[in-house]
């Protein structure tokens, strides 16, 4: 943030953090599922000698990705793969339960990645799904789906396309450049509209591919096509990566004010302190594998997160206020990956005993514990408890001047009462007082497990 305001004409078109029912609903939505699915699906990770596994070399990005090692003609063999696009075990239904079962109450869909293909029937280019030998519209298969299971549904869009030949990534200079880059906007422009009218359902925008220059000086089109969605669209919701200010500021304006409506840069980051997030809205997206959104055949060799780290993700999330949506990347076929399929069954158990501390909660406002996670909802305080103490007890820090302290304790597993006790151990260190919650000493946990605590004025 500078020392002083300065004059920015193209910044925050929302207020930072916009009251409506749907950014209510944004921050309150817990889980979120992605799903990248496109024609890099068919590939993989691995595909005629090339590799995209991990590091920089995300399997979505396999067209791009094959240097010197690519056969001939690779990315016209890549662009050529739509002719055997067809997921004949795809079914939108299915994907939606699991993503409920799993305790997802959003998801983010990839309409198009940065190939270009459209994965629903657009009017404004040939190269999408009505060109493929599966023919159907899957964007309105999987928000029909979702919408239909209670799950609200967000469009993923890259405006960078590797293949469009009006597309660059340089500031178009000459008075032709200039010419194919402003019909792309208008292309881009109508592609959003589209996708806005087709899927009225849509809740909100997740912008990619924001990052080249040419779209970085398209400043004024991107503020104007913001304000154009945002008047025929009421309520959409539309992250942080999608323009920036008039001096190239993206995310945030030159004086650090959000632009747009949550901060989308929390990807596969997770901010270790609260104070960092300036009370903006945000979300975390992550992949199973360390990288690699789109369908990876072959996780060996590769860290593969488990359900308890997702878990903690989850709940590191929560705990400052934001969301974590977890990335899925379904094969050629139409089918999730085992991995994920496991993942999505041992979440969805764990949220059905915990969900409780997970939806509609709030930061707590206590000193982080090293046990786990606070997270608050009306005068009920939940620790997620990850680092289990070798005594039973869970000792909990609360301001000595606070006005609110535990008064009862339960396990949100079977609901049995915990003893609370006052625990003044005159340790003044950073004027604390302790409860200490007191664990059965026959609890046997496999996983994290929530306190759940009825605060109280103290005796
Ligand atoms: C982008 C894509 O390139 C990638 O394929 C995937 O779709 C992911 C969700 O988004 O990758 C990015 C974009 C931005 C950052 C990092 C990776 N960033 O701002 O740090």
Redesign the pocket.
Same mark, same amino acid.
């Given at each position: 943030k500078p020392a002083q305001r300065i004059e920015v004409k193209y910044g925050p078109i929302t207020p930072k953090n916009r009251t409506d029912e749907n950014m209510e609903r944004f921050r309150n939505y817990g889980l979120g599922q992605?799903i990248?699915w496109g024609l890099y699906a068919i590939p993989g990770n691995e595909w005629e000698g090339v590799s995209a596994r991990g590091g920089a070399a995300?399997s979505?990005?396999i067209r791009s990705w094959g240097g010197a090692t690519a056969p001939k003609d690779w990315k016209n063999t890549y662009d050529n793969l739509y002719k055997q696009f067809n997921p004949k075990d795809f079914d939108a239904k299915k994907w939606a339960k699991q993503a409920k079962d799993m305790g997802a109450r959003y998801m983010i869909f990839?309409t198009k990645?940065?190939d270009g293909f459209a994965m629903w029937p657009t009017k404004y280019s040939d190269y999408n799904i009505s060109k493929t030998p599966y023919k159907k519209d899957v964007t309105k298969e999987i928000v029909d789906a979702y919408t239909a299971e209670g799950i609200d549904v967000y469009l993923?869009f890259?405006v960078l396309e590797w293949n469009n030949p009006n597309y660059m990534g340089a500031e178009p200079k000459t008075p032709e450049e200039k010419e194919k880059f402003q019909k792309f906007l208008d292309y881009t422009r109508n592609q959003l509209l589209e996708l806005l009218t087709n899927y009225p359902q849509t809740k909100g925008l997740w912008f990619? &591919?924001t990052?080249d220059k040419s779209w970085i000086m398209a400043y004024e089109f991107t503020y104007n096509l913001e304000k154009e969605l945002r008047t025929k669209f009421p309520g959409i919701i539309i992250g942080s990566?999608f323009r920036n200010d008039e001096f190239g500021k993206r995310h945030f304006d030159s004086n650090g004010d959000i632009l747009g409506d949550y901060e989308q &840069?929390w990807?596969r980051k997770l901010p270790a302190e609260f104070e960092w997030l300036d009370g903006n809205t945000w979300d975390c997206?992550m992949t199973v594998p360390p990288n690699g959104?789109g369908y990876m055949k072959d996780w060996s060799g590769l860290y593969t997160k488990t359900s308890d780290d997702l878990i903690d993700m989850l709940m590191h999330c929560v705990s400052m206020n934001g969301n974590l949506v977890l990335n899925f990347g379904p094969d050629g076929n139409g089918k999730m990956h085992p991995g994920e399929d496991i993942l999505a069954k041992e979440i969805g158990e764990w949220m059905k005993v915990n969900s409780e501390a997970v939806y509609d909660v709030r930061h707590a406002g206590l000193s982080p514990s090293k046990l786990g996670y606070f997270t608050r909802k009306e005068n009920n305080l939940y620790l997620t408890v990850f680092n289990r103490p070798v005594n039973n007890i869970v000792r909990i820090a609360v301001p000595k001047k606070s006005t609110e302290v535990p008064k009862t304790a339960k396990l949100l597993v079977d609901s049995k009462e915990l003893k609370v006790v006052h625990s003044d151990i005159g340790l003044d260190l950073d004027q604390s007082t302790y409860y200490d919650v007191v664990l059965p000493e026959n609890f046997n946990a496999k996983k994290a497990f929530v306190i759940k605590m009825e605060l109280g004025a103290p005796k």
């Open positions: 992605f990248h995300a979505e990005w990839t990645h940065h993923y890259s990619d &591919g990052w990566r &840069g990807e997206v959104w």
